[in-house]
Antibody
C-alpha cells in the first residue's frame, strides 16, 4: 500500500525559503503510471493547487506562485520536494503532497489526486 | 487558467436529506472533473473521478453528473459522516484548479 508523508520545518521566517519533503513508501516515485503534486490550504480556507512533477521531470506550477516555487524529485531517496522562496504570512498553510493517477471508466477518464499525505502545517512569521 | 466556481458556499441539511452541490468551470473541461470530501483536520479524500465515477469504497449514496462546464454532486440520504466540506477539481488543464468548497452543516 503506497503511503505519503510530508515533513519540514513548522515555522519559517518572513522572506526566507520554505522547504518541504514528501517521502513515499510502498511504491516508486519514478513510475510512469502516476505523478506527484503539492496542494496547500491556508487556515479556514480552501484548497490551492501548487504544482505537479511528472516522471519525465517536467513540472507545472500555478501562475500565482510560478516565480517563487520549485518542485523536484529524488528517485534515490524516493522523495518529492517543494521549495517556495520569499515567503510571507500569506504562505501560512497546511501543505499536502498527493499522488495523481489516471482513472478510466466506460464513459470517461480523469487524473485525480487519489493518495494524500496527512499534511504539514507551516507558519510564516517574523 | 481554468476557474472553478462552486455553489452554494455552505448549506444546512438534516440526516436523510438529499443534497446537491454544483460546480461550474470557466471553460469546457469535458468530463475531467473530480470531487473530494474533507473533514476537519484531515486530508481530502477522492469521492468521484471523471465527473460520474465512484472511487473505490465510496458509498453509492454519492453520485456525480455533468459534462462540459456544469457539474453536480448529489448525496442521496445524508448520513452523519457526510457533514464535511466538498471540493471539485478539474484535470483538463495541466494547471489544476479547485473550486472554493461547499461546507455541508447539520441543520
Amino acid at each position: 500500500q503506497l503511503q505519503v508523508q510530508e515533513s519540514g520545518p513548522g515555522l519559517v521566517k518572513t522572506s526566507e525559503t520554505l522547504s518541504l519533503t514528501c517521502t513515499v513508501s510502498g511504491g516508486s516515485i519514478s513510475s510512469s503510471r502516476y505523478f506527484w503534486g503539492w496542494i496547500r490550504q491556508p487556515p479556514a480556507k480552501g484548497l490551492q493547487w501548487i504544482g505537479n512533477i511528472y516522471s519525465s521531470g517536467n513540472t507545472y506550477y500555478t501562475p500565482s506562485l510560478n516565480s517563487r516555487v520549485t518542485i523536484t524529485a529524488d528517485a534515490s531517496k524516493n522523495q518529492v520536494s517543494l521549495r517556495l522562496n520569499s515567503v510571507t504570512a500569506a504562505d501560512t498553510a497546511v501543505y499536502y503532497c498527493a499522488r495523481t493517477l489516471g482513472y478510466c471508466s466506460a464513459t470517461s477518464c480523469a487524473e485525480a489526486f487519489d493518495i494524500w499525505g496527512q499534511g504539514t502545517m507551516v507558519t510564516v512569521s517574523s | 487558467d481554468i476557474q472553478m466556481t462552486q455553489s452554494p458556499s455552505s448549506l444546512s441539511a438534516s440526516v436523510g436529506d438529499r443534497v446537491t452541490i454544483t460546480c461550474r468551470a470557466s471553460h469546457n473541461i469535458n468530463k475531467q472533473l473530480n470531487w473530494y470530501q474533507q473533514t476537519p483536520g484531515k486530508a481530502p479524500n477522492l469521492l468521484i473521478y471523471g465527473a460520474s465515477n465512484l472511487y473505490n469504497g465510496v458509498p453509492s449514496r454519492f453520485s456525480g453528473s455533468g459534462s462540459g462546464a456544469d457539474f453536480t454532486l448529489t448525496i442521496s440520504g445524508l448520513q452523519p459522516e457526510d457533514f464535511a466540506t466538498y471540493y471539485c477539481q478539474q484535470s483538463s488543464s495541466s494547471l489544476r484548479t479547485f473550486g472554493q468548497g461547499t461546507k455541508v452543516e447539520i441543520k
